[in-house]
């Protein structure tokens, strides 16, 4: 079955860039059918979804991180990334990436994410 | 804020019927996903669509939506079902994807 792995830098200083890697593995992003999404989890629990993008390079992102925020795919390894400039303490969080399915169900429009990474914590502190 | 409410905190006496409900009203044109979270763990998916549950979901998991608000229904609640428990739909746009707040379920 499909199964996701984030990696990347567990400590970042205050207004650099963020950035986490999520392979892909028992599926091909290429495959089509899914976007690929990246979600974060504040150390108080909220979860918030930070973007997402197709295999083809399309990309969709929060209208809070816009400014901040890019994704990437990179098909022939089977990956996708995030990069979140200028961050600060209230970036910290874990970051979770997921497979990302939007389509019709019985009567009416649905989507839902699954299966998710383990998640990587990311501190942001000097 | 989120545009997805969710009450903080519900518990259930073990083996009862709890019922977590989702309140926005993207809610009247997106149906909700349903995530269980245990601590130290990632959001695992047990509902979507009208009333969908993922392969290895127990059959007591069951899904409802009306009007603005979605419904996540655990028939015979189990001492391991005791998690948090996410929504997850549209915003008022429909352009964003948003999480509610999370509910805390406490099996007694």
């Known amino acids: 079955q499909v199964q996701l792995q984030e990696s990347g830098p567990g400590l970042v200083k205050p207004s650099q860039t963020l950035s986490l890697t999520c392979t892909v593995s028992?599926?091909?992003?290429?495959?089509?059918?899914?976007?690929w999404s990246w979600i974060r989890q504040f150390p108080g629990k909220g979860l918030e979804w930070i973007g997402n993008?197709?295999?083809?390079?399309?990309?969709y992102y929060s209208p809070s991180l816009k400014s901040r925020v890019t994704i990437s795919v990179d098909t022939s390894k089977n990956q996708f990334s995030v990069r979140l400039s200028s961050v600060t303490a209230a970036d910290t969080a874990v970051y979770y990436c997921?497979?990302?399915?939007?389509?019709?169900?019985?009567?009416?429009?649905?989507?839902?994410?699954?299966?998710w990474g383990q998640g990587t914590l990311v501190t942001v502190s000097s | 804020s989120s545009e997805l409410t969710q009450d903080p905190a519900v518990s259930v006496a073990l083996g009862q019927i709890v019922t977590i409900t989702c309140q926005g009203d993207?809610?009247?044109?997106?149906?909700a996903s349903w995530y269980q979270q245990k601590p130290g763990q990632a959001p695992v998916l047990v509902i979507f669509?009208?009333?969908n549950r993922p392969s290895g979901i127990p059959d007591r998991f069951s899904g409802s939506s009306s009007e603005n608000t979605a419904s996540l229904t655990i028939t015979g609640a189990q001492a391991e079902d005791e998690a948090d428990y996410y929504c997850?739909?549209?915003?008022?746009?429909?352009?964003?994807?948003?999480f509610g707040g999370g509910t805390k379920l406490t099996v007694l």
């Open positions: 997921a497979r990302h399915r939007v389509g019709q169900c019985t009567g009416g429009s649905c989507e839902w994410l699954d299966p």
């Open positions: 028992g599926g091909s992003i290429s495959s089509g059918g899914y976007y």
């Open positions: 993008i197709y295999y083809s390079g399309n990309t």
């Open positions: 993207s809610l009247r044109s997106y149906y």
């Open positions: 669509g009208k009333d």
């Open positions: 997850n739909s549209r915003d008022n746009s429909g352009d964003h994807v948003v």
